[in-house]
Each structure stands twice: as structure tokens, then as C-alpha cells.
């Protein structure tokens, strides 16, 4: 598979509650992803709540990194029509359904309501640049942390000023 690369300073936070490690990266605007990488999947879905949202959003520290994430892609589809149901909109699936606003002609009734959702990530939009240069110098060798998205994990998307949770998914292989 292949993954994206960089080294830079990024928010990050150590759950040891749950031995799970969180990469915070903002995106446009007012919005957040969270990648959460647990040594237990198991443990790390059990557990997650809001809460946990909120406090890895308060306590996480910037620390350069060396970050991989793999290119991913999540698409699902969900039916509701139960799911309303249950919530008491049963007329709009029956003869009793009133949608005189849509038609005044025909007797009108909802046959299904679908949910779509799709998350995409890459490096679109992002730029490179490349300079070649000799010179010598005093150094010495400074090893970086790495987060190595290349096991399960868990994604959250987040309306950063809110922290309401808008999108949670998980990849099972990041290898495919």
C-alpha cells in the first residue's frame, strides 16, 4: 500500500488508559482528524466514548515525528428506514404520508431513506519542493519518534470549536 510520509511537528497524545496512541491533524477550516492507533483494537472500540475525544483534544502536545499513514479510502452506505421508524416516522413510509408540499397530484410515500458517507485520504493538495546542496557542518544525529499507521486504527473526523464527532470509521488492514 502505499504511504504517505512526513516529518514535522504534529499534535500527539498517549492514551495509556487504553495503550493507544492519537495523531491530531487539522484540515480546513474548522474541522480535525484524529488517527488513533491502539496496540488492541478490541480494547481501543470498547472503550471510546466523547470523553476520550475531549481529552485527547485538550491534553495532546506538539513533538516532531516521523508519521506514516497509508492512502485510504472509506465508503458506506446505510438504509434508515428502520432507524426512523423506531423514532416514531412511520407515516412518511405508509398511505398515510402527507408530502402535499412535493405533489398535489399523487398520493406520495417515502420508499427508502439511504445515508452515504465517504472519506478519502491523500496528499491532494499538497505541494513538494526539492533543493539539492552540499555543505559541512557540526552534527549530531537526532532520532525522531515514528507513528506507523501499518495495523488497525480508528479514524475520527471532529468539528474542531464543538468537538462533536461528524464521521468514526476503522481500516482492518492498512496493507490492502
Keep these: 500500500v502505499q504511504m504517505m510520509y512526513m516529518k514535522e511537528d504534529v499534535d500527539v497524545y498517549y492514551d495509556q488508559a487504553i495503550n493507544t496512541s492519537v495523531l491530531h491533524l487539522p484540515f480546513n ?19 471510546i466514548s466523547p470523553g476520550h475525544v475531549t481529552k485527547w483534544l485538550k491534553w495532546r502536545k506538539s513533538r516532531k515525528y516521523e ?10 452506505s446505510y438504509k434508515l428506514n428502520n432507524v426512523l ?12 404520508a402527507n408530502l402535499t408540499g412535493i405533489s398535489e397530484e399523487v398520493q406520495l410515500a417515502v420508499s427508502e431513506v439511504v445515508h452515504q458517507a465517504t472519506l478519502d485520504v491523500d496528499e491532494a493538495g499538497a505541494t513538494a519542493a526539492a533543493a539539492t546542496g552540499i555543505g559541512i557542518m557540526l552534527t549530531s544525529y537526532v532520532i525522531y519518534p515514528v507513528l506507523k499507521f501499518d495495523r488497525p486504527f480508528m479514524v475520527i473526523i471532529t468539528e474542531r470549536n464543538t468537538e462533536n464527532i461528524l464521521f468514526m470509521g476503522k481500516i482492518i488492514n492498512p496493507n490492502i
Design 29 to 47: 477550516g474548522t474541522h480535525s482528524m484524529l488517527l488513533m492507533l491502539p496496540d488492541d483494537m478490541a480494547r481501543l472500540e470498547n472503550a
Design 85 to 96: 421508524t423506531e423514532m416514531g416516522m412511520s407515516d412518511m413510509f405508509s398511505d398515510c
Design 67 to 76: 508519521i506514516y499513514v497509508p492512502k485510504f479510502s472509506i465508503k458506506t
